[in-house]
């Protein structure tokens, strides 16, 4: 994985609340490759610990209300402050599940315009959820995010990596570095245009 920049900060955004979820040892593998980089901070973002009300109202809307969840507060800076985004994504009825579009419709365009994500799907069958990642794309563009080309899909999860994220498969290794080295290329690459400024925002 190549680093060419200094203050890379990803975000990687766990799909997942469920009891006993394969996604989590997926986040924890990804987590811990780019906390090996010495120019990369890493931040794990799980619904599960954020605890959201289905949307109601975006962020902008309650932010200074008393309805709004105190987490909430700290969601929106983490997706402000990063350069660039992890979906670790589980498929539900071959469709994005109800976690990520929950946490990440709380907010417009302000936190994500220009910045590149990165898609890794992930299931206990053959198909490692590229169904699910099919889905993505509309939604992500939506949202003003840069998807990167390369999709790492990792089927029958369960058996790729241990509860603790350790690889059991080893071409997971290599999958994953090249997904890495195209997300950090978007991420140097954009992140100096968003240096000079965004399109239609002069």
């Not at 799980?46 to 289905?54: Q, V």
Request: glycine share 6%.
């Amino acid at each position: 994985m190549r680093i060419d920049h200094l203050a890379t900060n990803v975000c990687v955004l766990l799909g997942s609340v469920r009891p006993n979820r394969n996604g989590e040892r997926l986040a924890k593998y990804i987590v811990n490759e780019l906390e090996k980089c010495d120019d990369v901070s890493v931040q794990l973002i799980d619904p599960k610990d954020l605890n959201l009300p289905i949307l109601m109202a975006r962020y902008d809307d309650i932010k200074d209300s008393q309805e709004c969840p105190p987490s909430l507060h700290g969601l929106q800076k983490a997706l402000t402050a990063c350069t660039s985004l992890i979906i670790v994504s589980p498929e539900y009825n071959h469709a994005i599940p109800p976690a990520v579009s929950n946490t990440l419709d709380y907010f417009s365009h302000a936190e994500f315009y220009f910045k590149p994500v990165g898609l890794v799907t992930y299931s206990v069958g053959q198909y490692g959820g590229v169904r699910a990642g099919s889905q993505y794309a509309s939604y992500l563009r939506a949202l003003g995010l840069v998807g990167v080309p390369r999709v790492l899909s990792v089927p029958e999860v369960q058996n790729t990596l241990d509860k603790d994220g350790h690889v059991l498969v080893n071409s997971l290794r290599a999958s994953f570095s090249a997904f890495a080295d195209e997300l950090m290329w978007f991420d140097a690459a954009l992140s100096a245009q968003r240096e000079t400024g965004l399109p239609g925002h002069h």
